[in-house]
């Protein structure tokens, strides 16, 4: 009967043991849940997001000069860039820090065209709701302008001001690989 009872016991003492054991286990699996999603978290917000300021008026009235932006670099990663995107562009030999913004206008496989101030993609002319006036200077795109399969014609929202986009011989159509992430 004593051996009974010690090993009633010890089995009792084993399950308290188990019961102890369990609740730090799952202390430590809640305290290590908590961890990763702050680390997540400060990764998205640090490494797949990037701050910057608006440094002249191309984008103006969309984006002011010296407005701060937030570049999403990992959207395009899984998705491709549409139109009317407004995207963060790094062009020629800049640091790497300095990034144009500009609207994505012309997607791959399409043709553009300005014509007596109007764009027309694929002979059908667009709807460009965010600015009304008539564009004065076609630059390159006075003639039909091809994307290849990774190619982009971007435009300046305030194009009668500014010609640094797709429409200047200088920066022409951009790749995909120059597009560092979209502005939200």
Known sequence: MKRAKRKFRRKISQFKKLKIGTRAVNL????IGWVIV??????????FRTETI??????SPTYEEEAVIRINRVIYKFSSP?????????IGE?????????????????????ENGTIYIDDVELDYPYNEETIENAGAANRDILLDDNEYFVLCDNYNVRMDDSRSANIGVISSSQIIGRVN
């Open 38 to 47: 702050i680390a997540l978290a400060w990764l998205y917000v640090v490494g």
């Open 82 to 90: 549409r139109r009317f995107d407004t995207v963060a562009l790094q």
């Open 28 to 31: 430590a699996m809640f305290i």
């Open 54 to 59: 608006i440094s002249d008026n191309a984008m």
């Open 94 to 114: 800049t640091s790497s820090n300095v990034y144009y913004v500009r609207r994505i206008v012309g997607l791959p496989g399409e043709t553009v065209r300005i």
